[in-house]
């Protein structure tokens, strides 16, 4: 249901529906860490800015803080009355902000762990709460089709922007602080101007309720997941489609960019929690031409099964964006522009294709070696009972005679 990467890319976390929070190591020789604490799904995870803590939202009602180590410490924080939806860290990591069906958005401390007050002006359950890059802003969306802008010090709501067709599931802030953007139930991604309250964007790509959606910290590109089984990837600068994402063999409930902008992971509702990720390069740091590249995958209940994303296909957006103005540029945006501007593929697409299919190697390797290691368990286990039985039976003489 839901997934996020530490800021050094070493571990991937990861909820679902079975109640657990899951780390995944990237280093193959280590173990991934299960947390159990959580009495009901987990909605929403995500790593603190520095990477030491995570953060976890259930459908107990309550919000948990654990170290991602194997002690697998953890804090409640309890004052919702419903289900927790989203929970998400200050770009400072010394507060929380959490979304609920009880109605509210609530903010806490982190270090204190204590609740500080509630945002109350939405009708229906709150899907996502996030804190705005430089942490004055809080945006929220909701059942009540509204998607609100509220001012963290003063704690009112300074701007409303409403969906008619359907609700936002998840909401964003633009890396620059001047943009959202909103995953919508009417199979949409909007992207509005939060100082002139303009709609900038209206992409209609999917074919299926978008779930979820990611900035690429750059500011470039925006990634969404959907019911259709796809992923997105959309040129901001260009205002279209750029890539198509398959892989998954239901709908994709989450995805999430890795804080460099090179990684991204998603989960589905197919098993499947993507936890190593797919790549996304560019030819070098100062560049914002971007390919993607492999992944690996896990489940949070069978260690065996895999999953990968291999097939990229491109797209033109004419018949697909209705709505485009321009967005906060930086620096980097120019050259994105002119390398996509001619819809030809990237440079660098063979080479990560090649990528791929060695880290594909490295998977098959992997199962197989977890596949031998449950065979040896279930032989131990066996070879167990059976011995038990002969004692059993052996005893059970010895009595009748």
């Known amino acids: 249901t839901t997934v996020d990467l530490s800021c050094n890319m070493k571990q991937i976390a990861t909820g679902s529906m079975d109640s657990c ?34 953060a976890s939202a259930s459908r107990d009602k309550t919000v948990r803080l654990w170290v991602p180590s194997m002690k697998a410490e953890s804090t409640s924080f309890k004052a919702h009355t419903a289900t927790v939806r989203s929970v998400n860290f200050s770009g400072d990591g010394q507060n929380l902000v959490t979304a609920s069906d009880d109605k509210t958005i609530k903010v806490w401390t982190v270090h204190r762990q204590k609740f500080l007050f509630s945002l109350n002006q939405h009708i229906n359950w709150v899907r996502c709460a996030k804190f705005s890059p430089d942490d004055r802003l809080i945006v929220s969306s909701s059942d009540d089709k509204t998607i609100k ?65 990611f900035f690429h910290p750059a500011g470039n590109f925006l990634i969404t997941a959907s019911s259709d089984s796809t992923m997105k990837i959309l040129d901001l600068v260009e205002g279209k489609l750029l890539y198509t994402l398959h892989g998954h063999q239901g709908p994709v409930n989450c995805v999430a960019f890795s804080r460099t902008g090179e990684h991204f992971a998603s989960g589905g509702s197919d098993e499947q929690a993507s936890e190593p990720t797919e790549h996304f390069t560019g030819q070098d740091s100062h560049t914002a031409a971007h390919t993607q590249s492999a992944s690996r995958s896990g489940s949070h209940s069978k260690a065996s099964q895999s999953h990968t994303h291999r097939h990229l296909s491109t797209s033109s957006s004419s018949t697909h964006q209705t709505q485009t103005r321009g967005l906060p540029q930086h620096s980097s945006q120019v050259q994105a522009q002119s390398q996509f501007s001619d819809g030809g593929v990237p440079p660098g697409l063979a080479s990560t294709l090649e990528h791929i299919i060695g880290q594909l190697d490295i998977l098959t390797q992997t199962v197989s070696i977890l596949e031998q290691r449950l065979t040896l368990t279930e032989d131990k286990l066996k070879e167990c009972l059976e011995n038990q039985m002969e004692i059993g039976l052996h005893l059970q003489r010895r009595e009748e005679a």
């Open 21 to 54: 929070v899951m780390i995944w190591n990237m280093k193959p020789q280590m173990r991934a860490y299960r947390f159990d604490g959580h009495k009901d799904a987990v909605l929403s995870v995500q790593f603190s800015p520095s990477g030491h803590l995570v």
């Open 149 to 213: 802008l509220w001012d963290k010090n003063s704690r009112e709501c300074i701007h409303s922007f409403y969906e008619h067709a359907g609700y936002a599931n998840h909401v964003d802030f633009h890396p620059s602080g001047t943009c959202i953007a909103a995953a919508s139930t009417d199979n949409s991604v909007k992207v509005w101007d939060i100082r002139s309250h303009k709609m900038l964007q209206h992409y209609q790509v999917h074919s299926g309720v978008v779930n979820s959606l």
